[in-house]
């Protein structure tokens, strides 16, 4: 640390807050010093030979002569293979107890002296030598992972690990959580540690808010996903493969996970991606559902500074007939930032407030901040000293209360990991229900702490309660957004079970989206930006969490009008449509970019609410399935090599190809198809794919290309719903899932399953039933015929 830290830090946080983060960063030092005794000399470690086996239901224990591995597969063919006694629990990422072992299979004798499982969707094999391999039931080699290696300290202590995996050649890798530079992830290193990337960030940025050690491998022979569940820090090296040309030799890509302690178990989900999402949502749980308002038009800014600031935004909206769901509030609606306050003389009467909006159909959603005023008088921090037998705060080894410095100056932090903390933390939303906020959204809970210099966290050696276990921030800082989603999510069903919460958090790790979303972060103004945008939503949806989204218009910056509304068209077809902007970086209504922009946003939010009904179907079909509203072209056709580099379109569901536009002064864009005919949206004009085309973009939109034969429910022109059929080719059927609004309480919603044909040159829409197919009831529109 020299004087430029010094100077930075004042400059950004104010000569106060600067002075605080670096006395902050320097107590973090010392404390990790005193706790964590360096590693000295480390034993490396690997199995060894094979010695014996012992089958049991499912799979059975391999042992070698340094080391064991407990090898199963599911029912549902999940595969679970951990070393050294490492079980599926405890875990974080799990949603209950892990699946059961396939009675009808075990473990028996392999060539080569190894052993195997043969299960119907998947074999599993171990070699005489520790590598494990998972193919497919005709042989072929999704994935392979090599005799990890230990480093165990010799005095005692964690031990790191390394696992060296190979796939096949040809193979494509996602995942990892949000990553800016995806969605697929290119050579290089990523990092295991959520992470506050301290301002805008773009492509080039990691790691970033969520983390996840989950990779989604595509490749000719199949799609898998492995998750070695693990939440210390880590890093995963990937390189693409190379296939050989004429006889040479193929060279198999590589993923290299490290992690400095924690357990070595690896889950691993095979089939097409669709079963694959499916198999991991039964593990890790099912994505919450969020309240059908949440699926529309959002408007946030960090500094409205005013109910009257409220109400004009809202009133600007009204006015010019835009349609808006639900307006958020930043930190400045707190009394001096702190989390559960309200500044009562820029925001008097805020439930009025909230009831005023709520009647006009506009939610209040409020930030929600980990950060605990650390001083005496504060309410909040009072009650938490008293919670428990230790507090609800995070302490240090020497059983001091941990302090850093965010927002509301000096805070301490409540243990999320801590069952008893989550029910006080969970009964706090209380107050931001009485103020009328309907939902909350999670935000600096990586946990941040301004330092500085270095790690903006808590220090390594803090200790946390881990569910009763105990153990330090290395194991539970990337847990803690998490718990503390948990922490909300469960509070607001406590105190209002009648209705879903909707809550959303910057921070997070794998089975987070069992407590609701996350969005972009801190994501730069720029084209760049807008690129990371879309990254980032596809890499969550294929990690598992499907409802997210960027903010529109990035958040740091004064994006241009083209930049804006590229950006709002896009975020027009992401599941969380919200705009948002720093409190210097001026303001975000559409009207402000002059008429035209206000013209194609206006055509934007209309094309959003006429969608509504679909984003309905697919929040309830993602909790049923756990398949992302957003997902990569790739989705359908796996198999299909171009589509797998394709990054710059998505489908929406299974209906909808959406090609955003990416680069200043686009007016076309070639769009890559996945098989069969599909049809723009604004002019009706039918391609056939698989290949590509060059489309129209102009300023007013973006293309949107629809499925021929897919059934989709939309909101007509008079408000009221109805079918949306696209006609299929002659010869060929079509169809669609459909979910109807049932409101935002917990009654079962319906599935609806349509189909869709050409009979004598009339398109003809039927509704399976139990009895069989009989015509689609209610209004029917059909296009493209």
Not at 664 to 671: F, I, L, P, S
Not at 758 to 783: L, M, Q
């Amino acid at each position: 640390m020299d004087g430029r830290d010094l100077v930075r830090s004042v400059r950004i946080f104010g000569t106060v807050r600067g002075l605080r983060a670096l006395r902050s960063a320097w107590r973090r030092r010392r404390a990790d010093a005193r706790a964590l005794r360096p590693r000295g000399a480390e034993r490396a470690r690997v199995p060894g030979p094979v010695e014996g086996a012992e089958p049991l239901p499912g799979g059975g224990i391999v042992r070698f002569a340094r080391a064991e591995v407990r090898v199963w597969v599911s029912g549902g063919g999940t595969v679970f293979w951990g070393w050294d006694g490492a079980g599926p629990l405890p875990s974080y990422a799990l949603a209950g107890p892990p699946p059961e072992p396939d009675a009808r299979v075990t473990l028996e004798p392999d060539k080569g002296g190894g052993w195997r499982v043969v299960a119907e969707r998947v074999t599993v094999a171990v070699s005489r030598n520790g590598a494990v391999e998972v193919r497919t039931p005709g042989g072929v080699v999704l994935r392979r992972d090599l005799p990890p290696r230990w480093w165990e300290p010799v005095g005692g202590g964690p031990a790191r690990w390394v696992q060296r995996s190979e796939v096949p050649a040809d193979a494509r890798f996602f995942g990892l959580g949000g990553r800016a530079s995806g969605p697929r992830l290119r050579d290089g290193a990523y990092r295991l540690w959520n992470t506050d990337p301290g301002g805008g960030f773009g492509p080039g940025d990691d790691p970033l808010y969520i983390t996840m050690p989950v990779q989604l491998v595509v490749s000719d022979a199949g799609t898998h996903l492995a998750f070695h569940d693990n939440s210390w820090d880590g890093w995963v090296t990937l390189r693409e493969g190379a296939e050989g040309a004429g006889s040479g030799h193929d060279r198999p890509g590589t993923s290299e996970v490290r992690m400095g302690g924690g357990p070595l178990r690896c889950w691993v989900v095979v089939g097409t991606p669709a079963r694959v999402l499916h198999g991991w949502s039964a593990l890790t749980g099912a994505p919450a559902l969020p309240p059908s308002w949440a699926l529309g038009p959002q408007h946030a800014r960090w500094g409205f500074g005013s109910a009257e600031e409220v109400r004009r935004v809202v009133d600007g909206y009204e006015r010019r007939g835009l349609p808006l769901s639900a307006l958020h509030l930043d930190i400045d609606h707190y009394d001096r930032h702190q989390v559960f306050t309200v500044d009562r003389d820029r925001f008097p009467g805020l439930p009025g407030l909230a009831r005023d909006l709520a009647g006009r159909g506009v939610r209040l959603v409020s930030i929600v901040d980990p950060g605990v005023r650390a001083e005496r008088g504060n309410r909040l921090f009072e009650e938490g000293a008293a919670v428990g037998e230790g507090g609800a705060f995070v302490r240090d080894a020497r059983g001091r209360v941990v302090r850093g410095v965010v927002w509301p100056g000096e805070c301490v932090f409540p243990d999320f990991t801590d069952p008893e903390v989550r029910r006080w933390w969970g009964g706090l939303y209380e107050e931001r229900l009485a103020q009328g906020f309907s939902g909350v959204w999670h935000d600096m809970n990586e946990p941040v702490s301004f330092a500085a210099f270095g790690e903006t966290t808590l220090p390594r050696s803090a200790r946390h309660v881990l569910e009763g276990r105990g153990g330090d921030h290395r194991e539970g800082h990337n847990v803690y957004g998490l718990a503390m989603a948990r922490a909300g999510y469960e509070g607001l069903r406590r105190l209002r079970p009648g209705e879903r919460p909707f809550l959303f958090s910057r921070s997070g790790w794998a089975g987070m989206q069992r407590y609701g979303g996350t969005w972009s972060g801190d994501v730069s103004t720029g084209w760049p930006g807008l690129r990371a945008s879309l990254s980032l939503v596809l890499g969550l949806g294929l990690c598992g969490v499907p409802y997210s989204g960027p903010d529109v218009g990035g958040f740091d910056g004064r994006p241009s009008p083209e930049l804006f509304l590229r950006w709002l068209q896009l975020g027009a077809w992401m599941p969380l449509f919200r705009t948002h902007s720093a409190i210097d970086a001026g303001r975000r209504e559409p009207w402000e970019f002059g008429p035209e922009v206000l013209e194609g946003a206006r055509r934007a939010l209309a094309e959003r609410e006429r969608l509504r009904p679909y984003f309905v179907t697919l929040a309830h079909l993602s909790r049923r399935t756990g398949a992302p509203y957003v997902r990569p072209v790739w989705w359908g056709s796996p198999e299909d090599r171009v589509l797998r580099d394709c990054e710059d379109a998505f489908l929406l569901g299974d209906a909808l190809l959406v090609a955003p536009v990416l680069t200043r002064g686009t007016d076309r864009r070639a769009v890559r198809l996945p098989r069969g005919r599909w049809y723009d949206t604004a002019t009706g004009e039918a391609y056939e794919g698989p290949g590509q085309v060059l489309v129209d973009a102009p300023l007013s939109r973006i293309p949107v290309l629809a499925r021929a034969g897919a059934v989709l429910p939309v909101r007509g022109a008079d408000g009221q719903d109805e079918l949306e059929v696209w006609a299929p080719a002659v010869g060929r059927t079509g169809g669609g899932l459909v979910v109807w609004d049932a409101g935002d309480g917990w009654a079962g919603a319906e599935v609806e399953r349509y189909v869709s044909r050409v009979v004598e040159g009339r398109v003809v829409v039927e509704r399976v039933t139990d009895g069989g197919a009989v015509a689609a009831e209610g209004r029917v529109r059909v296009r493209g015929v």
